[in-house]
T-cell receptor, first 109, second 113 residues
Framework: AQRVTQPEKLLSVFKGAPVELKCNYS??????LFWYVQYSRQRLQLLLR??SRESIKGFTADLNKGETSFHLKKPFAQEEDSAMYYC???????????FGKGTHLIIQP | GAGVSQTPSNKVTEKGKYVELRCDPI?????LYWYRQSLGQGPEFLIY????????DSGLPNDRFFAVRPEGSVSTLKIQRTERGDSAVYLC???????????FGEGSRLTVL
């Protein structure tokens, strides 16, 4: 069975500092990985997906199949980055996403 | 509306009662998903519809839970004989099949007393 692990429930960093939110997964096939974000009082929404290889709001994430990781990174945190971040896995050929438990990111001024 | 709409936003019921939660997806989205989120947890997959049929219902916890999408648009999640452990936020999402991008509603918060 597939599993997504986000080891940090809470991550607090100062504005301007680098941010890395960890995500590890277990799945025997070829997964697709995603990061979803939920800002205060807003809906859960897609931040980025590994197949796009894009940077969204300064965030990037690289799929490392050897380490089965998909860590989310940003070189300089901004206060508006404070939110809940969820890593999610989509099995090849199937549609339901499996989510991690989430990391609450707090950016201190 | 432009987004996924869920009603009611809040539902308080007594143990043993029957509950229905409604989801109105984004027009044109063929895929519809139900998730459940308990406090401190990530969204937990319940069921996925492609069109009118349930393509994957492996996440439904037991036979008290059932969902329908009779016309391929609006979906209803039905919970019979509710238990206190059913208390959670029930999230609905829609999307284009196989895209992986889910558009979520604001959720229905269910409290079973």
């Amino acid at each position: 069975a597939q599993r997504v692990t986000q080891p940090e429930k809470l991550l607090s960093v100062f504005k301007g500092a680098p941010v890395e939110l960890k995500c590890n997964y277990s799945y025997s096939g070829s997964p697709e990985l995603f990061w979803y974000v939920q800002y205060s009082r807003q809906r859960l929404q897609l931040l980025l997906r590994h197949i796009s290889r894009e940077s969204i709001k300064g965030f990037t994430a690289d799929l490392n199949k050897g380490e089965t990781s998909f860590h989310l990174k940003k070189p300089f945190a901004q206060e508006e980055d404070s939110a809940m971040y969820y890593c999610a896995l989509k099995r090849g050929g199937a549609d339901g996403l499996t989510f991690g438990k989430g990391t609450h990111l707090i950016i201190q001024p | 509306g432009a987004g996924v709409s869920q009603t009611p936003s809040n539902k308080v019921t007594e143990k043993g009662k029957y509950v229905e939660l409604r989801c109105d997806p984004i027009s044109g989205h063929t895929a519809l998903y139900w998730y459940r989120q308990s406090l401190g947890q990530g969204p937990e997959f319940l069921i996925y519809f492609q069109g009118t049929g349930a393509a994957d219902d492996s996440g439904l916890p037991n036979d008290r839970f059932f969902a329908v999408r009779p016309e391929g648009s609006v979906s209803t999640l039905k919970i019979q004989r509710t238990e206190r452990g059913d208390s959670a936020v029930y999230l609905c999402a829609s999307g284009q099949a196989a895209s992986g991008e889910l558009f979520f509603g604001e959720g229905s918060r269910l409290t079973v007393l």
